[in-house]
């Protein structure tokens, strides 16, 4: 039959335009969910970083500007300044997931790397993976962060004993300075007996 006048034909284009509208709107969510993701991400991670910066530039700055003048220069921060740094980022506890992924930048962006390892030496046990990964990932070449790295290993006792290979491996291409700070700390590590496990403490008479 003739179509009438004025009669309309439906529309074959309402489910395109449906499916259209779907898309769109899993595009939205998709992309409102990665920036989230984003948001978050620089919350957790590259804000503590960088306020670990800031506070690791400020702190070791002032370091290199009272040693302006002097015949020598001494890299190490005096304990009393890590210690006040340490705190400045809410704590060791606060510091610690910072500081992990401080010392595994590139110098550019994470300068004074040397002080990151002093502060991460009063972190406790929990630190002592993290500067063993340190060493290996490092050139040691008069290096001061690696020494103090090594220093620190050995100031922790028996608790890096997981760290005696990878000193001893060090050890094979070190300089004679790096040398004697690794005997140094594998003496201290291999010195203290490590506590024992529970339920076999000594029993009393």
Known sequence: MPRQAGSAMPRADHPAA???SR???VCYAVALALLGALGLFCWLVVRPVLEARAVIGDVY???CARQAGLDSFDAWVPENEVKAALERLGGPEKAIPALRIYVRLPDR???YTILAVQ???RCGKEAVPTLIGFIRN???MGNDAVDAAVVEL???GSEARAAVPVLTELR???QVGLCESIDEAIEKIRAEKPPPPPGDAPKSD
């Open 18 to 20: 449906s499916d259209r």
């Open 23 to 25: 898309r769109m709107l």
């Open 61 to 63: 700055g002032k370091h």
């Open 109 to 111: 962006l994470a300068p």
């Open 119 to 121: 502060m991460l030496g």
């Open 138 to 140: 490092q050139d040691h």
């Open 154 to 156: 050995g100031d922790f």
């Open 172 to 174: 094979k291409s070190a």
